[in-house]
């Protein structure tokens, strides 16, 4: 396959991905005209506490593959074989990775469900400032009638 090739079949598939992946504001009409968004982007607490338990589901997970991971370990330390040393090292990479990661799915857990409240709120208390403005400033009827 030649440079040519690969370089117009790339630029497609980037295109594509673009197309494929750009964001619809809420305040953007589905037909991209503007205004009157769909119902497609709103906050929802529960969507928000699953989450949060998927990632702490993770730390289990991950907890899980350590412990196993572990004692996979033993007897590989033979003392003088550079393989093992090499290994050894290694694991003691691994380990400090999962253990950095399995505290940041733990530290994420709350700020998650915090997050998801104060979307919620946040959609709540502007619900409440339109309707109070609708409420206070109605249209006068058509004249003529209607």
Known sequence: ????SFDAEWAG????TAVATQMRLA???PDGGGGGGGEDLKSDQAVWNKASNDVGQLVSGIKKAQTEFEAGQK???VSGVESAAA?????????????GLSGKCKALQGPMVQAGK???????ALRAD???MNDQYKDTPATGGR
């Open 13 to 16: 598939l980037k295109e594509g």
């Open 130 to 132: 339109f309707t109070r």
């Open 118 to 124: 104060g979307q919620v709120a946040n959609d709540d």
């Open 1 to 4: 396959m030649s440079s040519t």
């Open 27 to 29: 305040s953007a009409a």
């Open 87 to 99: 290994q050894s090292e290694l694991y003691q990479s691994w380990k400090t990775y999962l253990d």
């Open 75 to 77: 007897g590989a330390a």
